[in-house]
T-cell receptor
Framework: DAGVTQSPTHLIKTRGQQVTLRCSPK?????VSWYQQALGQGPQFIFQ???????QRGNFPDRFSGHQFPNYSSELNVNALLLGDSALYLC??????????????FGAGTRLSVL | GQQVMQIPQYQHVQEGEDFTTYCNSS?????IQWYKQRPGGHPVFLIQ?????EVKKQKRLTFQFGEAKKNSSLHITATQTTDVGTYFC???????????FGKGTKLSVIP
């Protein structure tokens, strides 16, 4: 049973560029959430996708956008990269129909470095 | 917005000593979750507490949820080197799918 998979594992970009990160949820899960984790900090919620729609969004600018596909996989896009966007980007899936069951199963993450 | 605070930020213990981390939310939580992140790894779900005053045990780990559902604790008895990592608590706001994580407590165990 495959867990949450993310690609790529590492990425180096320069300021102003755009990046796309990908995520496949755990088998049987239909909800995908994205988090940003800066060094020494806890994961910060970016947004959550369910039924191909953004269901909830955290306090991140519009430069951060996403998409969910019919097979439940998801992409995170970040435009106009800033140095401060350097972080570990974590994707998490959950069987999200029930609010109380919003347990997050995390992937290994994508380490993004912006130079 | 909702804030989740954890103390201490760091804890160094001798192997065999006990360890406790505390979590406090600015708002009442419908449930609280605990995660462990090993160095260089990703957060892994440990447990979810739902009821006021709930206590759950996993081997040497004891988790508590406060009566007011705004605070929680994780206690590890007789730490081992395998316990090394950062422990995060996380909770959703009322009616929210957004999980707010604390900054975590980083545990180091000295053999």
């Amino acid at each position: 049973d495959a867990g949450v998979t993310q690609s790529p594992t590492h990425l180096i970009k320069t300021r102003g560029q755009q990046v796309t990160l990908r995520c496949s949820p755990k088998s049987g899960h239909d909800t995908v959430s994205w988090y940003q984790q800066a060094l020494g900090q806890g994961p910060q919620f970016i947004f959550q996708y369910y039924e191909e729609e953004e269901r909830q969004r955290g306090n991140f600018p519009d430069r951060f956008s996403g998409h969910q596909f019919p097979n439940y996989s998801s992409e995170l896009n970040v435009n106009a990269l800033l140095l401060g966007d350097s972080a570990l980007y974590l994707c998490a899936s959950s069987p999200g129909q029930i609010l109380a069951k919003n347990i997050q199963y995390f992937g290994a993450g994508t380490r993004l470095s912006v130079l | 917005g909702q804030q989740v605070m954890q103390i201490p930020q760091y804890q160094h213990v001798q192997e065999g000593e006990d360890f406790t981390t505390y979590c406090n939310s600015s708002t009442t939580l419908s449930n609280i979750q605990w995660y462990k992140q090993r160095p260089g790894g990703h957060p892994v779900f440990l447990i979810q507490l739902v009821k006021s005053g709930e206590v759950k045990k996993q081997k040497r780990l004891t988790f508590q949820f406060g009566e007011a559902k705004k605070n929680s604790s994780l206690h590890i008895t007789a730490t081992q080197t395998t316990d090394v990592g950062t422990y995060f608590c996380a909770g959703p706001g009322a009616g929210s799918y957004q999980l707010t994580f604390g900054k975590g407590t980083k545990l180091s165990v000295i053999p």
